[in-house]
């Protein structure tokens, strides 16, 4: 490490001490910076973190006022959250070089610049291909400010906690998703989408300000670009657009339409001639022989898996709530506690981090998930949002709880085994994380369908005239009606159609309980699955990261001398 070239800030005319100097090309230096301002980098990290989050969040919270407010199907409302994840998926890889290539200080101008642009466009409104547009530059801008959110809060913590800020950064988006959903009934006022435009516009040119008014210190720079680059690059990306495509619409119009399958098959072709240029390169972006070896591809995977569990929340309870007729006006109290479970979930992640034993809280995690869903399973069309606070935090804690661990742990192979290894492992996981959310929406809203209309064919084949229940039910409901309603036909009428609904709903909650009850079951899976190598490592006495937690500490002790 001494052997390295000095680096100076020449604003201010100041040269890094040794231990100050990048960990890597593309980052920036890490001087020791007085109190206020440490503190100045720790908020500004932390409300980036936030914004980047909210860029999605808001877009799924309010989607259905987002249908209204431009007219548009439920196929066309699916391309924008495609536009969005498509670029945040495969942006990380690129704009990793970009900050290696051209410096810090560029990238962060481009990235808040093409934020405020895309905030700027959604608010004027200008129509549905425009906004198409805003969302896939919002979405390269969120993934530019995931980057940012680590090096700021990085600037802002002391020393020995500095790795700390890749699991914040973490649960800052995490937790970004419940808080858009509570802040969004106070925005959307008679369903108007100004307003969050608005919004999320001002959190932008603040953030805009924030990062102008408190730079990132400089680092080095490094010619990293090649000709192969660029095929490669372009691959991956049609590759992730297409995969991105297809789960989203999958859902959407149902996976049996037949251009789905062409989708799939280009991103296969992708992704395939993206890894296939990158394993005979000389000097790949992504190292396909360090990345398919066992302990990083099972490390995705879990990470993968967690994220795929998880969806339990986001598309299981969610989705039963807006089945029984709740708005996100009356479930403001719900998202809230969601928001204090997950903000919980990440500080104790950071407190409890113990690189000896990464596998610990990732399994604790897996279990909570596990007990959660089984436990859900119990909810019925009376359940109300109060009555899943405790699992559904449960949840929310865990999801942020197990990510912070698992990232930690590909970060330390990567920096280890070399500065090339950690692009590979920030774009397989940047992608597994995004892919195995979309993948899990997938999953149990497929089988959630199944099981919908599995459970309304076994009602109906009850509906008979002789059932006795049926008419009881029908009875009641015209009893109900009649003082609004004296005609005996339409009373009848109305009545059929208010079992119906009840009916539905019940076939609904029935169909959710067995999506708890399917998620419960991979969590109880995937904990074995986990458990089993840990304990055999427990036993025998042996640290899978010894090595590599061993190596880390030379390097950072050579940064000290």
């Known amino acids: 490490m001494s052997d390295r070239p000095p680096l100076f800030d020449h ?28 503190a100045a980098y720790l908020a500004i990290g932390l409300f980036i973190g936030l914004v980047g989050g909210s860029q999605n969040g808001f877009l799924l919270a309010n989607s259905g006022a987002l249908q209204a407010e431009f007219a548009l199907t439920p196929v066309e409302s699916g391309w924008l959250t495609v536009a969005f994840y498509s670029t945040y998926s495969c942006m990380s890889m690129l704009l990793f070089r970009v900050r290696q290539q051209f410096g810090i200080q560029p990238f962060v101008r481009w990235a808040m610049a093409g934020l405020v642009a895309a905030n700027f466009v959604q608010m004027i409104g200008p129509g549905y291909y425009p906004e198409l547009a805003a969302r896939a530059v919002a979405g390269i801008a969120a993934s530019g400010l995931s980057a940012l959110t680590i090096y700021y809060l990085m600037q802002g913590l002391p020393a020995a906690m500095r790795v700390a800020g890749l699991v914040i950064s973490i649960g800052l988006s995490q937790i970004a998703f ?5 802040l969004s009934p106070t925005l959307l006022v008679d369903s108007d989408m100004s307003h969050v435009f608005q ?40 590759g992730v657009c297409a995969l991105c495509t297809f789960l989203i619409q999958g859902r959407i119009q149902w996976w049996d339409t037949p251009w789905l399958g062409y989708a799939l098959v280009i991103a296969i072709l992708g992704l395939g001639g993206c890894f296939l240029i990158e394993a005979n390169r000389k000097s790949p972006m992504l190292d396909l022989s360090w990345l398919s070896s066992r302990a990083v591809l099972s490390l995705a995977v879990i990470g993968a898996t967690v994220r795929v569990l998880v969806a339990e929340q986001g598309f299981g309870a969610s989705g039963m709530f807006s089945a029984l007729g709740y708005s996100n006006d009356q479930l403001i109290g719900y998202f809230w506690v969601l928001t204090g479970a997950t903000t919980a979930g990440m500080v ?140 005996p036909a339409l009373q009848q009428q109305a009545a059929s159609a208010s079992v119906s609904q009840s009916v539905g709903r019940e076939a609904a909650v029935l169909a959710f309980n067995d999506v708890f009850f399917l998620v419960g079951t991979l969590a109880a899976i995937t904990f074995a699955a986990v458990l089993v190598p840990w304990l055999i490592n427990k036993i025998r006495g042996r640290n899978p990261l010894a090595k590599e937690l061993a190596s880390l500490e030379a390097m950072l002790a050579r940064t000290r001398q």
């Open 11 to 38: 604003a201010v005319s100041y040269r890094f001490k040794p231990h100050e100097m990048p960990i890597l090309p593309g980052s920036p230096a890490n001087p020791d910076h007085p109190a206020r301002r440490r």
């Open 348 to 487: 104790l992640s950071v407190v409890r981090l113990d690189p000896r034993d990464l596998t610990r809280p990732v399994l604790f995690a897996i279990l909570v998930i596990c007990i959660a869903a089984f436990a859900d399973t119990r909810t019925g069309v009376m359940t109300r949002p109060q009555d899943v606070y405790w699992t559904q935090a449960a949840i929310a804690f865990a999801a942020v709880f197990a990510m912070g661990p698992i990232m930690m742990e590909g970060m330390v192979r990567a920096l280890v085994a070399g500065p090339r290894f950690v692009i590979s492992f920030i774009a397989i996981f940047s992608l597994s994380q995004s892919i195995g959310g979309l993948a899990g929406s997938s999953l149990l809203s497929a089988f959630y369908t199944i099981r919908l209309k599995t459970h309304l064919i076994d009602a109906g084949s009850m509906l008979t005239l002789g059932n006795i229940q049926l008419a009881q039910a029908l009875s009641n409901a015209a009893r109900r009606i009649a003082p609004v309603q004296s005609d």
């Open 178 to 182: 419940p808080l858009t959903r509570a």
């Open 199 to 238: 919004f999320q516009f001002a959190l932008s040119l603040l953030g805009f300000g924030m990062v102008y008014l408190l730079r990132l210190p400089p680092g080095e720079r490094k010619d990293t670009f090649e000709a192969l680059d660029i095929p490669s690059i372009a691959l991956f990306v049609i």
